[in-house]
């Protein structure tokens, strides 16, 4: 199979999939004689891993640990544990500063008139330390 039938088939882009044997997320893909990508239903399975990986908000480097892990028949499972209950935290993390953020957000909002007054509680929030 080719790179736009394995963009097709994974639902990855064909520039990232060529991003991701840049980085070394696809090593070793065959190539035809003429130097064309060959995908094999492993190298799909990977891409499958990669997108799902990505789509929660893994970063490049945490899915070259997973899928170290994934190719280790010997990995334990509480190593992928440990991996993904660090990336739970992180998450949380985030979603903690950003409902902080909506709830700030939200107090300059509901004290705006939303009129066609020149005050605007919005701003002056914003300028406010």
């Known amino acids: ?12 882009s064909a520039k990232m999939i060529r991003y991701y044997e840049e980085v070394g997320l696809l090593p070793d893909l065959s190539r035809t004689a ?18 799902r990986a990505r789509d929660l908000a893994f970063s490049i ?9 994934w190719d280790d028949s010997d990995r334990k499972s509480a190593d992928v544990k440990y ?10 993390s985030k979603i903690s500063a950003m409902q902080s953020m909506v709830d700030t957000l939200q107090q300059f909002s ?20």
């Open 83 to 92: 991996l993904a209950q660090q990336h739970i935290n992180r998450l949380q």
């Open 1 to 12: 199979m080719n790179i736009s039938q394995a963009a097709i088939q994974t639902g990855v």
């Open 110 to 129: 509901d004290a705006c008139a939303g009129d066609d007054r020149s005050e605007c509680p919005i701003l002056g929030g914003l300028g406010r330390n």
């Open 61 to 69: 480097v945490e899915i070259q640990e997973l899928l170290s892990l």
């Open 34 to 51: 003429a130097g064309y990508r060959q995908f094999q239903q492993r190298d799909l399975e990977r891409l499958h891993f990669i997108r």
